[in-house]
């Protein structure tokens, strides 16, 4: 008997087995870890805190298993122990603001390994950081060193150095404490104090302040006073003299450098053993200043120098009218101004340079234009050691226009535009040119650059020779000059080319000249002619001072069939193309001679052949006919049987149906055949048939091809059929058998 199981009773069995052989296979299994944060997660600084880490863990009797511990800090490795305590506790002695941040554990038992949540562990508190220098009272130039503490404070910090509100030093470290250098290069109120700050990733953290120590900077005497003699306000050519006074009774002055300084430029760098002494100019007006140093530290003071023009700078005058070489020029040198009080003008002495070179010693030159008076004029007035120089000006004679030389720019084709030039080699801009012809001016126009030519643009219509003139002029009337005349050939495009073929194209022969002549209506030579030939190739270029051109095709054969055209041009550069003549080369008279004698000679022969063949094919007929008659049968003499080839037959005339008798007549024998007919039977008759024409009926004359042989009764005169010899027709369709077919 056996038993069922039930379904449910097979799995739960599976279920027991896989669990027994698990717990088998790994005797302790981690359900759950858990990190605890004593006291509290959120603690004061210096607080000792504790992270346990307790895995709750199935295991079996007796067993026992080491266990890792891996502690976390802002998802970061903090520590790793290993041992067989069910928990493990991380100390962290004596809390910083540091320690704050985002805590986990995990466990791990034989490859397994199972982690609690985060937990967020708070630190309060900044330690205060100290404040400390190594001196509080000090002198422009010395330095002081500061030091900012937080004793036991951990993590990166930023410290940060301060007077009042103004930052002095900032450095980051992971040090509890920074050092700061400063050297007081001005005496100014100091209270310094130090503060830091801490990151602890997404939030930073900000001490108190330190305490403030005041630092009292006395002030390095080192300040000169300036001296300026005779006054603050002078004039021109009065002497200046500059003092800078220190106190040199403080130690520390011997290493003092003093210097003279006019809107940053340095007059003088050794101030402190003499004085400066300058002669007074108007450009020297400004600012000057004693500037004092002694290592680090610089003080000055300065004053503002007045300085009264003696005289004004002088002006040069040029005519400002155009002077052209040959004419009268006036240069002369003025001021507008001087000090009445120092000078008088006649004190103020002038010179005119040309070039660098003294020209005259007035404030006046005249002279004649020309090349050797030009050049750049500068002037000077000079009074009680003053000299001052007015602005360089150039001046240059301008130099009356050349005669014009008039050219063309390439040659002139009628009705197509073209180009004049015109131009004076020498003269000074502008230069007006204008182009005339027939005293009639045409175009003008104005040149204002060197080396550019006046160009103007003319059209002629007619192919006559014309004439043109060129005028230019720079100074009015005074300066007109003209140029040659030039003669302009106008040169005329060539016409449509015409090509004449000599001999015609319909009477040409083999083995002539072929002449071919191109010529055109119009065209200035010289003439360029091409001819080409039926693939488009040129098979002649010439070039003739006429209007037409030729070209020979000796002893032409029937290869030189084809389409022919030439081409003409000139130096107008227009090319031209005529009409396509065709040439047809025939034979030449005795080859056609010849072709109809060999004709007419192979007519004759064929038609000699059809005659004979004609006469051949007659004979065989007649002769069949003859051995085709013989008596049908003993039984019946009027009974005759004729048996006929289908030639014969298909070529005589039809018999009427309703006309059934026969006409016979009898041929008479010829002379030659006589014997023979003796020798034959009396009964044997050769009969001729006239057969009136009469439609055929196709049931009794059957059609045969070829030599086979046709049959026909002949009936007598009563109309009784007779049978048909066959032995006979057997001997006639053996006897024509051999027989040529007839000739059409």
């Known amino acids: 008997m056996q038993l069922k199981i039930q379904p449910s009773l097979r799995i739960g069995t599976i279920l027991l087995l896989f669990l027994f052989t698990s717990e088998e296979a790994c005797a302790e299994t981690i359900r759950s870890v858990e990190l605890i944060i004593q006291p509290r997660n959120e603690v004061q600084r210096s607080t000792n805190v504790s992270l346990i880490c307790q895995p709750e863990v199935i295991h079996n009797t007796g067993s026992q298993h080491n266990y890792t511990y891996i502690f976390y800090k802002d998802y970061l490795l903090l520590n790793t122990v290993q041992t067989n305590a069910t928990n493990y506790i991380y100390f962290i002695p004596d809390s910083r603001v540091s320690h704050s941040g985002k805590y986990k554990c995990a466990v791990v038992i034989e490859r397994q390994k199972w982690e609690s949540s985060v937990e967020d562990l708070t630190v309060k508190g900044l330690l205060t950081p100290v404040l400390t220098v ?164 610089s003080k000055s003071s300065s004053v503002n120098i007045t300085i009264k023009e003696l005289f004004s700078i002088p002006v040069l005058s040029i005519p400002s009218e155009e002077v052209f070489e040959g004419e009268h020029f006036t240069i002369s040198c003025q001021i507008s101004s001087f000090a009445s009080e120092r000078i008088q003008s006649k004190n103020i002495t002038y010179l005119i340079f040309r070039d660098k070179t003294l020209v005259i010693r007035n404030n006046s030159y005249s002279d004649t234009a020309g090349k050797v008076t030009n050049g750049k004029y500068m002037c000077k007035a000079e009074a009680k050691e003053i ?94 000059k003209m140029s040659e005349t030039l003669h302009v050939t106008v040169i005329v495009p060539v016409g449509k080319p015409l090509l004449t073929v000599l001999p015609v194209p319909e009477n040409i022969e083999e083995g002539h000249d072929v002449t071919l002549i191109c010529g055109i209506s119009k065209g200035s030579p010289p003439i360029n002619f091409t001819f080409y030939d039926n693939n488009h190739t040129p098979i002649n270029t010439t070039t003739v001072q006429s209007n037409s051109s030729s070209f020979v095709l000796s002893t032409v054969n029937r290869e030189k069939n084809g389409n022919y ?139 045969r091809k070829g030599t086979d042989t046709v049959y026909s009764e002949l009936q007598t005169s009563q109309g009784a059929p007779e049978h048909i010899n066959h032995q006979t027709l057997i001997e006639y369709a053996e006897l024509n058998h051999d027989l040529p077919d007839p000739v059409d």
Not at 174 to 202: A, R, W
Not at 242 to 262: A, G, P, R, Y
Request: glycine content about 4%.
């Open 134 to 297: 190594d001196k509080q009272t000090l002198t422009e130039g010395d330095a002081v060193t500061a030091i900012c503490a937080a004793e036991g404070e951990t993590g990166s910090l930023t410290f940060f150095f301060k007077n009042g509100p103004k930052e002095l030093y900032r450095q980051s470290t992971k040090n509890h404490k920074v050092e700061y250098n400063q050297t007081f290069e001005k005496c100014e109120p100091m209270n310094m104090f130090c503060y830091y700050s801490i990151n602890l990733g997404d939030t930073v953290d900000i001490s108190d302040n330190s305490n403030v120590i005041s630092i009292h900077i006395q002030e390095l005497m080192i300040k000169s006073e300036i001296e300026v003699k005779p006054s603050t306000d002078v004039i021109e050519g009065d002497l200046l003299t500059f003092n800078c006074i220190v106190d040199k009774t403080q130690k520390k002055n011997s290493e003092l450098k003093i210097s003279l300084l006019h809107e940053h430029t340095m007059l003088s760098k050794n101030m402190t053993q003499k004085d400066h002494i300058m002669i007074a100019k108007a450009n020297d007006s400004g600012k000057y200043e004693c500037y004092s140093k002694l290592g680090s530290v």
């Open 387 to 480: 000299i001052k120089e007015s602005l360089a000006v150039v001046f240059r004679a301008k130099v009356l226009v050349s005669k014009p030389e008039i050219s063309l720019d390439g040659p002139v084709i009628m009705d197509k535009p073209f180009w004049i030039s015109c131009h004076s080699e020498n003269g000074s801009l502008p230069i007006t040119y204008s182009l005339k012809r027939n005293n009639i001016t045409l175009n003008r126009t104005t040149v204002s650059y060197p080396d550019k030519k006046a160009k103007f643009l003319a059209l002629l219509s007619t192919p006559s020779d014309i004439s043109y003139l060129c005028e230019a002029e720079n100074n009015g009337q005074v300066s007109i």
């Open 565 to 703: 055209y030439c081409k003409a041009s000139n130096v107008a550069g227009m090319l031209s193309k005529s009409v396509t003549v065709t040439i047809k080369v025939s034979l030449a008279k005795w080859k056609k001679v010849l072709i109809a004698a060999f004709s007419m000679l192979l007519v004759t022969l064929l038609i000699l052949f059809v005659v004979m063949r004609y006469k051949a094919k007659r004979g065989k007929r007649e002769m069949a006919a003859k051995l085709s008659v013989k008596p049908a049968s003993p039984k019946s003499d009027d009974s005759l049987t004729l048996s006929l080839t289908h030639d014969t037959l298909y070529n005589a005339p039809t018999v009427g149906v309703n006309n059934k008798e026969s006409v016979w007549s009898e041929r008479p024998p010829d002379v030659a055949d006589q014997d023979s007919l003796e020798s034959q039977n009396e009964g044997d008759v050769e009969y001729t048939e006239v057969v009136h024409p009469q439609p055929v009926d196709p049931t009794r004359i059957p059609l």
